[in-house]
Nanobody
Framework: QVQLVESGGGSVQAGGSLNLSCTAS??????????MAWFRQAPGKRREGVGFIDVSGVTIYAASVKGRFTISKDNAKNTLHLTMSSLQSEDTAMYYC????????????????????WGQGTQVIVSS
């Protein structure tokens, strides 16, 4: 069992930056052994994948955030990070951390069903 707790959300003006964190705890060796991702859901919209990092450190990003967001793991602290810069009002959403220990095909890295463990979310509001 893995518990995920997000933090770091808040309100920021357009063009600003935020750093989200997701701390993992429970019965697992290290976040190094987990495929992990950030998803987000804006009001009235479907939840969408934002960034993914696999057990080898390979990362992918949604086109809408590529070049602005960076996903990373701190294996020593069992924490997943999402560094967000040049934020836009369209980035306003609840951000969720997700994780799973099973292999996931690259074509499904942004499929919600591939992740068994989820956090409760942290709110990001970007004002223009």
């Amino acid at each position: 069992q893995v518990q995920l707790v997000e933090s770091g959300g808040g309100s920021v003006q357009a063009g600003g930056s935020l750093n989200l964190s997701c701390t993992a705890s429970g019965y697992f060796s290290s976040v190094r052994s987990l495929n992990m991702a950030w998803f987000r859901q804006a009001p009235g919209k479907r939840r969408e994948g934002v960034g993914f990092i696999d057990v080898s450190g390979v990362t992918i990003y949604a086109a809408s955030v590529k070049g602005r967001f960076t996903i990373s793991k701190d294996n020593a602290k069992n924490t997943l990070h999402l560094t967000m810069s040049s934020l836009q009002s369209e980035d306003t959403a609840m951000y969720y951390c997700a994780a799973d220990s099973r292999y996931t095909s690259p074509t499904r890295w942004f499929s919600q069903g591939e992740y068994y463990y989820w956090g409760q979310g942290t709110q990001v509001i970007v004002s223009s």
